[in-house]
T-cell receptor, first 119, second 111 residues
Framework: GAGVSQSPSNKVTEKGKDVELRCDPI?????LYWYRQSLGQGLEFLIY????????KSGLPSDRFSAERTGGSVSTLTIQRTQQEDSAVYLC?????????????????FGPGTRLTVL | QKEVEQNSGPLSVPEGAIASLNCTYS??????FFWYRQYSGKSPELIMF????GDKEDGRFTAQLNKASQYVSLLIRDSQPSDSATYLC???????????FGAGTRLFVKA
């Protein structure tokens, strides 16, 4: 079956421009995560959506970052007035907590990422 | 203090040896612990999950959890060159599904 898809795969933009990154989760997955990975670094948590609950936005680095998830499926991460330090790979993941064993298991399936370069 | 800490490495082991990867976490109430493998230029993929103290074995992989010490490890037996990757420790915190990743340990298995 189809995995998590992200678009675009690469995005080059000029400093100060706005960008939108899209994530299509696995069908039926209720949880969706956004992470940022800078070169040679680990994954930095940005935001998490679970069903109809209010998203956990605690990882967003500034108010230039926002995300929404429409209809419990597709999500868009928007970065306004991009800065050079925003350059990174943005990864989206989805999971299906409803299938958890004892509510502890939560395998996240990652998309291929969007490589953002801010000039 | 970072929430999830790993030695960045690189850790280099000869083929056939045991690779030992370590991770510590700061949230004492954390419930679930994951090891993801990430090949260069690729996305992470889950290889091990553990939530009870002790050892959990799956093929050549063993995850070890010690909640009292806030420590989780991954052992890879009979290491192969194809195991060369970055291994990310991830911890799911209490009360939700937010998952915090460590910075990862780069492993090189020399043929």
């Amino acid at each position: 079956g189809a995995g998590v898809s992200q678009s675009p795969s690469n995005k080059v933009t000029e400093k100060g421009k706005d960008v939108e990154l899209r994530c299509d989760p696995i069908s039926g997955h209720t949880a969706l995560y956004w992470y940022r990975q800078s070169l040679g670094q680990g994954l930095e948590f940005l935001i998490y959506f679970q069903g109809n609950s209010a998203p956990d936005k605690s990882g967003l680095p500034s108010d230039r970052f926002s995300a929404e998830r429409t209809g419990g499926s597709v999500s868009t991460l928007t970065i306004q007035r991009t800065q050079q330090e925003d350059s990174a790979v943005y990864l989206c993941a989805s999971s299906s907590p409803g299938l958890e064993r004892n509510y502890r298991y939560n395998e996240q399936f990652f998309g291929p990422g969007t490589r953002l370069t801010v000039l | 203090q970072k929430e999830v800490e790993q030695n960045s490495g690189p850790l280099s082991v000869p083929e056939g040896a045991i690779a030992s990867l370590n991770c510590t976490y700061s949230d004492r109430g954390s419930q679930s612990f994951f090891w993801y493998r990430q090949y260069s230029g690729k996305s992470p993929e889950l290889i091990m999950f553990i939530y009870s103290n002790g050892d959990k074995e799956d093929g050549r992989f063993t995850a070890q959890l010690n909640k009292a010490s806030q420590y989780v490890s991954l052992l890879i037996r009979d290491s192969q060159p194809s195991d060369s990757a970055t291994y990310l420790c991830a911890v799911r915190n209490t009360g939700g599904f937010k998952t915090i990743f460590g910075a990862g340990t780069r492993l090189f298995v020399k043929a």
